[in-house]
Nanobody
Framework: VQLQASGGGLAQAGGSLRLSCAVSGGTFSNYALGWFRQAPGEEREFVAIIGWDFATKYANSAKGRFTVSKDNVKKMVYLEMDRLTTDDTAVYYC????????????????WGQGTQVTVSS
């Protein structure tokens, strides 16, 4: 399974960005697809996940601002990020695991290469 994240870039505080992740290999509809992020000097942290059944879970920092979605036909997963703050600056990674929601990064089997998000004040 390969994942390719894209859509990062520079945004103003209060603005929006939409990240995309293309997934190839495996059976897409069987995967839970998560987003993690890693700021400089920090641990990689959970942001959001969508399960095989479209159930979702968000980190507290993402609730009410970020929306995770997926398209089983296009084999894409998305992270819509609104009301961005400078604290959202990080490299964002998409990841896949079997079916079920999990927030622990060690329980993911496949990772994309990351896309940089920088939010300026």
């Amino acid at each position: 399974v390969q994942l390719q994240a894209s859509g990062g870039g520079l945004a103003q505080a209060g603005g929006s960005l939409r990240l995309s992740c293309a997934v190839s290999g495996g059976t897409f509809s069987n995967y839970a697809l998560g987003w993690f992020r890693q700021a400089p000097g920090e641990e990689r942290e959970f942001v959001a996940i969508i399960g095989w059944d479209f159930a979702t879970k968000y980190a507290n920092s993402a609730k009410g601002r970020f929306t995770v979605s997926k398209d089983n036909v296009k084999k894409m997963v998305y992270l819509e990020m609104d009301r961005l703050t400078t604290d959202d600056t990080a490299v964002y990674y998409c990841a896949a695991r079997w079916r079920f929601i999990e927030t622990t990064r060690g329980r993911y089997d496949y990772w994309g290469q990351g896309t940089q998000v920088t939010v300026s004040s």
